[in-house]
Structure formats: structure tokens, C-alpha cells
């Protein structure tokens, strides 16, 4: 059994979560690693909600949340979720999921959305956005943009979706 310890993000991981991102991702060289370091210089990176997963004494997954909103309301845009391939299908992303919309969801935000496979995703309580009146940067993007609400989250809450900045520059 693998026992991960879920934390928060600190200086000293920058340079693991790059690597496990790298890794993770590595179909799409330079993509989501670089996002993360843009994320994290920009005005909508949360530091409670950059979290990684420690096994045996070694960063093996990180997920963040970032600023984003809807119709100008403040939101979360999930993502990347990152994991070693040595550690994929282990519990660890199913760990960071669940740890990060409970420290979300512990900070009065309204909701997280995603953009990822509804098949996957739904087990963590996400739902096509579109059945809240929410709509993706990106028309075509309708299929995979998904909504998790949270305990403060109301309907009045609907319209367009706007990540943090560096997401325009992918």
C-alpha cells in the first residue's frame, strides 16, 4: 500500500513539481510545466490551493487551483493535475482531487471548474458546465468543461468562464 502525505506547495518544490509535471504531461512537452511557473508569478496563483502528494519522502503529484472567474464573479479553474507515471492509477490523484476541493471548498470558493475526460471526472462530483449556465473560453472546449460546486456556490452564479491570465497564453 502506498502512503502519501498530501501539503501544501513550498519553495523547495518548485523544481520536483516541474519535473512530475514534465513527466506527467510528457506528450506535451513544456505545456503544462510552463504553465504552472507562469501560474505561479501571476496575480491569480492561491498558494493554499497548490498542493502536492509526498511518497516516501518525494514529491509524485501536485495539482493546483488558480483564480478565475465567472462573469467577472470570483471562480477556480483546476488544473494541471500532474502525477508520475510510476505513480499513476495509485490513489494519488484521487487523493490531491479530493484534498483540493476540500481546501476550496474550506476557503468559501463558489466552484472549481476543469476542462478533462467527464467520464473520469465525474466520480469527484463534476458536470458538464453547461447544465449551469456556464460557458468555456473556448465554444469547441463544451464537451470537456466541467463544473464542481461547492457549499458556496448559488445560481445566480452563470456565464462566461475566464481562467487566470497565463491559460490565454497556451
Not at 48 to 67: F, N, P, Q
Not at 83 to 97: D, F, I, N, Y
Request: with cysteine; hydrophobic share 45%; net charge negative.
Amino acid at each position: 500500500m502506498l502512503f502519501v502525505l498530501i501539503r501544501r506547495e513550498t519553495a523547495a518544490d518548485v523544481e520536483a513539481i516541474h519535473t512530475v509535471t514534465e513527466a506527467a504531461f510528457a506528450g506535451n512537452p513544456g505545456g503544462e510545466a510552463w504553465l504552472v511557473g507562469e501560474l505561479r508569478a501571476d496575480v491569480g496563483w492561491i498558494p493554499a490551493l497548490s498542493l502536492v502528494a509526498e511518497a516516501d519522502g518525494a514529491v509524485v503529484g501536485h495539482v493546483v487551483c488558480t483564480r478565475g472567474s465567472v462573469n467577472g464573479a470570483p471562480a477556480l479553474g483546476l488544473g494541471p493535475l500532474s502525477v508520475l507515471p510510476s505513480h499513476q492509477r495509485t490513489g494519488v490523484g484521487k487523493a490531491l482531487m479530493h484534498t483540493v476541493l476540500g481546501a476550496a471548498d474550506a476557503l468559501d470558493e463558489p466552484l472549481v471548474v476543469l476542462l478533462g475526460d467527464p467520464k473520469y471526472y465525474s466520480r469527484f462530483g463534476f458536470r458538464l458546465a453547461g447544465e449551469y449556465d456556464i460557458t468555456p473560453p473556448v465554444p469547441d472546449w463544451a464537451p470537456y468543461f466541467q463544473v464542481r460546486t461547492l457549499s458556496a456556490y448559488t445560481p445566480a452564479l452563470s456565464g462566461g468562464f475566464r481562467y487566470a491570465e497565463p491559460f490565454d497564453r497556451l
